[in-house]
């Protein structure tokens, strides 16, 4: 069983920077591959940047690569998602998530969500 828990969110201007972290509970943190997700109001879920057990392979969504960057700290049980260069459709709720699997098209865990808020 893992637990997540985002914070780090917040209302910030059109080109400032937020860092989000994400709290895991639980034994096997370092087995899963962590993700963060998005959904902004009235859209769907989706895919944001992945990263895996060792932090050796990581993959991000076109419409925030080269501005944000995922990280993982094993030994604190602890992902990060550093945003940069914010814009406006970056507003939208950011779920932190928990997969065995690369594709992470199904994670097992789900943390409770953050408000990115990005004025313009």
């Known amino acids: 069983q893992v637990q997540l828990v985002e914070s780090g969110g917040g209302l910030v201007q059109a080109g400032g920077s937020l860092r989000l972290s994400c709290a895991a509970s639980g034994r096997t943190f370092s087995s899963y591959v962590m993700g963060w997700f998005r959904q902004a109001p009235g859209k769907e879920r989706e895919f944001v940047a992945a990263i895996n057990w060792s932090g050796g392979r990581i993959f991000y969504a076109d419409s925030v690569k080269g501005r944000f960057t995922i990280s993982r700290d094993n030994a604190k049980k602890t992902v990060y998602l550093q945003m940069n260069s914010l814009k406006p459709e970056d507003t939208a709720v950011y779920y932190c998530?928990?997969?065995?699997?690369?594709?992470?098209?199904?994670?097992?865990?789900w943390g409770q969500g953050t408000q990115v808020t990005v004025s313009s």
């Open positions: 998530a928990a997969d065995r699997e690369w594709t992470m098209t199904r994670p097992d865990y």
